[in-house]
């Protein structure tokens, strides 16, 4: 493993991002389309395989909604490199991580990640609800590490938050700051804590639907209209909890929990049968909803 030569810093060109799930597909995607050079990796070349189908997915849909040229497509894609060794990471200006939410596996590849990468490559999570700085000890570049959080679906949601720890560089914040608005994104500056702006509002909300749906308040279908017609929102909190993926709400969920004790956070029990069930939403076909009918039908819980 080698470590390259500290680069003059300047607007970043050259983006990595570690897995290709929901999220890491999407921002991977949106850097690309950017006219940023992407490399992205996940472990081995079958979840490769899946992650590139939901980018080509997602790019096929742009098209047909005529937000793309099918030309554009084809640079987007030329732009974008598919590699299972995060060796393939290491001349990269930043690496976004964007695997589970998981604070050891986390750790472990932004561990492996500072052996590989040159000395000025900013390392960024994803992450949800984990402390930056907690990831950041595990590397030797505190000052180079920020939160870039970003919104579910990625091409979607404008926003996204950048967190700097105590030990953050103000040129690194200023450098990811840049780079949210070449990806046409809006960014907010975000304290360290967990669940930053947004999940402190948001993931209680959720969370509350699902303990409205366990007391028998109502059914699915209900909670859900209650909010969509009676409150605006885009789409109800269980379609929402679908969305986001029953498994990643639960981690949240029990890592916001871990750190503030209290009990908006705590997660409601049906949250982990689903998971046991393995009904994780959208992405496995079935969760509040089930994903596979014709229109998502709510399931009796
Ligand atoms: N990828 C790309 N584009 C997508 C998309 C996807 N997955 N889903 C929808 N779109 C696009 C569509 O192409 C469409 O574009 P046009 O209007 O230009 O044609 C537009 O979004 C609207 O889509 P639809 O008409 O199909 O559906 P909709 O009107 O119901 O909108 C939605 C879908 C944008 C997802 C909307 O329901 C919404 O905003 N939902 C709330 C999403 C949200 O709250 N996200 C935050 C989740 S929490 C989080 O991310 C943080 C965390 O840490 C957990
Ligand atoms: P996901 O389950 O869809 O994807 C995670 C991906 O990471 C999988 O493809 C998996 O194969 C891959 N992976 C696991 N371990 C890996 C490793 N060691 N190296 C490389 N790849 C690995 O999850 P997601 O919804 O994309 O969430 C990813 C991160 O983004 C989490 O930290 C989550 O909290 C955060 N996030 C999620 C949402 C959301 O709405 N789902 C929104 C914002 C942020």
Not at 18 to 36: D, K, Q
Not at 80 to 107: N, S
Not at 123 to 144: E, K, V
Not at 253 to 259: H, V
Request: aromatic content about 6%; hydrophobic content about 45%; glycine content about 8%.
């Amino acid at each position: 493993m080698s470590r390259g030569s500290a680069g003059v810093a300047g607007p970043i060109e050259r983006v990595g991002v570690v897995g290709c799930g929901l999220m890491g597909s999407g921002i991977a995607e949106v850097a690309a389309r950017s006219g940023l050079d992407v490399v992205v990796q996940e472990p081995t070349g079958d979840l490769l395989a899946t992650g590139r189908a939901r980018i080509e997915k997602s790019l096929a849909r742009a098209v047909e909604r005529e937000k793309l040229t099918s030309a554009e497509r084809d640079r987007a894609l030329e732009r974008l490199r598919f590699a299972t060794e995060l060796g393939e990471l290491r001349d990269r200006e930043i690496v976004i991580e964007a695997i589970v939410e998981d604070a050891d596996a986390k750790r472990e590849v932004f561990s492996a990640l500072d052996r590989i990468c040159m000395a000025s490559t900013i390392f960024a999570s994803n992450t949800s609800s984990l402390p930056i700085t907690d990831l950041a000890a595990a590397t030797s570049r505190a000052d180079r590490f920020v939160g870039f959080h970003f919104f579910n679906p990625v091409p979607v949601m404008t926003l996204v938050e950048v967190v700097r720890t105590v030990a953050t560089s103000p040129e690194t914040v200023a450098r990811v700051f840049a780079l949210a608005e070449r990806m046409g994104k809006v960014a907010i500056a975000a304290k360290d804590q967990s669940g930053f702006v947004v999940n402190l509002l948001l993931v209680p909300y959720l969370l509350d639907a699902v303990r409205q749906l366990e007391r028998g308040a109502a059914g699915v279908r209900d909670i859900d209209l209650g909010m969509t017609l009676g409150c605006g929102h885009p789409m109800g909190p269980l379609t929402l909890c679908d969305f986001v993926g029953i498994d990643t709400l639960y981690r949240i969920s029990e890592i916001m929990y871990g750190e503030y004790r209290e009990e908006r956070y705590a997660p409601p029990p049906l949250l982990k049968r689903l998971v046991a069930m393995g009904r994780l939403g959208r992405k496995s076909g079935r969760g509040f909803y089930d994903w596979q009918a014709p229109e998502p039908l709510p399931l009796e819980l």
